[in-house]
């Protein structure tokens, strides 16, 4: 006989982003036949405050849609203001700019794996994965005084100039953690009880990728590795550094996939931001832009590619201090509609194991 569970709403505030959800199930015999989601619980509406809010104001409210994709967002927006300004932020700018965002997709995977280890029982680990993710951390605060949100990326470049003493401390960073990350696979993707957990388990083919518009992390461990923007449509800096991103070395879709390919994320982002050192420029950081600029009539489309995904802004000016309007795009939302196919046919202990494999940010669906 089926037993309805009713497990909403669920508080996800520092594990899975700010927000709740709800997840209503029908299990019968520890296996769920049946499952639902509820969300926007919240109910933020940012879009529509941005509405009201200068452009010096609408990049930090941006920055706020998914705290742990900060930079990706306010890149994502300023480049957007910038093309209808016509603003071309120096080269220096640039790589900085791209350097902060693989400094956040590294802390959002560590983050991930956080997550992962405590909700496996792993906490040992965890907790050598909050040292590592600590010592990013504390670059961005070196860089910008900020733990959270950051507000890193401004109108015209980055709010301050890259010292010696901070590419320094990201080369510290970057060295601990390739010294970890053995530990990490030995301890967790490696162990035979996670491999026999994880394997098989929520597996999202291919064809169901493409039909459903899964993005990021996610899309890669299915098999899909075109939709990787720094690669195929590189923006900025990426155009200059010619990189060839790694592609995931397991394609089966699974949990299991979509752990391992997070990986081959950070070791990639570290590439690329050691990159970014050998071939940074010497200039400005930043193009001074006026608190109260008015955009002239215009309107701009950009997509960025976020730890989670890819992230889209489209913002349309009428010459006002204000935007006209703003709708952004997140990968959250694409992930977590095909939630509760995949709860089907689980074991009821593999709920939360399932949804943290989606790297789901519930303050960017209930935006």
Same mark, same amino acid.
């Given at each position: 006989m089926?037993? *309805?569970?009713?497990?909403?709403p669920i508080?996800m505030?520092g594990?899975?982003?700010?927000g709740a959800?709800g997840?209503s199930?029908?299990?019968?015999g520890g296996v769920i036949?049946?499952a639902? &989601?509820e =969300?926007g !619980?919240g109910r #933020?509406?940012?879009?529509s405050l941005?509405?009201?809010?200068?452009?010096?104001q609408? +990049?930090?409210?941006i920055?706020?849609?998914?705290y742990l994709?900060?930079p990706a967002?306010?890149y994502?927006?300023?480049?957007a203001?910038? *093309?209808?300004?016509?603003?071309?932020?120096p080269v #220096?700018?640039e790589?900085i700019r791209?350097i902060? +965002?693989e400094?956040?997709r590294?802390c959002n995977h560590?983050?991930?794996?956080? @997550?992962?280890c405590?909700?496996?029982?792993?906490k040992?680990?965890?907790?050598?994965c909050?040292r590592?993710?600590?010592r990013?951390?504390?670059? !961005?605060?070196?860089?910008?005084g900020?733990?959270l949100g950051?507000?890193?990326i401004?109108?015209?470049?980055v709010?301050?100039?890259?010292t010696?003493g901070w590419?320094f401390?990201i080369e510290k960073?970057?060295?601990s953690l390739?010294?970890?990350? /053995?530990?990490?696979?030995s301890a967790?993707?490696?162990? /035979?009880f996670?491999?026999?957990?994880?394997?098989?388990?929520?597996?999202?083919?291919s064809e169901m990728?493409?039909?459903w518009n899964?993005?990021g992390?996610?899309a890669k461990?299915?098999g899909i590795?075109d #939709?990787?923007?720094r690669?195929n449509?590189?923006?900025g800096?990426y155009k200059?550094?010619?990189?060839?991103?790694?592609?995931?070395a397991?394609?089966?879709?699974d949990v299991?996939a979509r752990?391992w390919? #997070?990986?081959?994320?950070?070791r990639?982002s570290s590439? &690329?931001i050691l990159?970014?050192?050998?071939? &940074?420029e010497k200039g400005?950081h930043?193009? @001074?832009?006026? +608190?109260?600029? =008015?955009?002239?009539?215009?309107?701009s489309l950009k997509?960025? *590619?976020?730890?989670k995904?890819s992230?889209?802004v489209?913002?349309?000016s009428?010459?006002?201090?204000?935007?006209?309007s703003?709708?952004?795009?997140?990968p959250?939302?694409?992930? +977590?509609?095909? $939630?509760?196919?995949l $709860?089907?046919?689980?074991?009821t *202990?593999?709920l !939360?194991?399932?949804?943290?494999?989606?790297d789901?940010?519930?303050s960017?669906?209930?935006?």
């Open positions: 089926a037993t *309805e569970l009713n497990l909403s508080h505030a594990s899975q982003g700010l959800f997840v199930l029908l299990e019968d036949s049946k639902s &989601i =969300v !619980f #933020r509406n940012i879009e941005v509405l009201s809010l200068p452009v010096s609408t +990049l930090n409210y920055d706020q849609i998914d994709s900060a967002y306010g994502a927006i300023a480049t203001y910038e *093309e209808v300004l016509g603003l071309h932020p #220096r700018a790589q791209i902060l +965002l400094l956040n590294i560590l983050n991930y794996y956080i @997550r992962l405590r909700s496996i029982g792993q040992a680990i965890m907790n050598h909050i590592e993710r600590e990013f951390l504390d670059v !961005f605060e070196m860089y910008c900020s733990r950051y507000g890193a401004c109108l015209g470049g709010i301050e100039d890259a010696d590419f401390r960073a970057i060295q390739n010294e970890f990350l /053995p530990d990490l696979c967790v993707l490696d162990h /035979p996670f491999v026999e957990r994880s394997k098989g388990l929520a597996v999202i083919d990728a493409r039909t899964i993005r992390p996610n461990a299915s590795t #939709r990787d923007l690669k449509r590189p923006y800096a200059e550094l010619n990189l060839s991103i790694q592609e995931p397991r394609w089966t879709g299991l752990t390919v #997070r990986l081959d994320e950070i990639s590439e &690329i990159s970014c050192f050998r071939k &940074i400005n930043r193009i @001074r832009v006026s +608190l109260d600029v =008015v955009p002239p009539v215009g309107k997509e960025v *590619e976020g730890p995904g992230i889209v489209i913002m349309e009428k010459g006002e201090i204000c935007p006209a703003i709708r952004v795009m997140g959250s939302p694409l992930s +977590l509609q095909i $939630l509760p196919k $709860l089907v046919g689980i074991q *202990e593999d !939360f194991l399932v949804i943290q494999s989606l789901l940010s519930f960017e669906v209930d935006k």
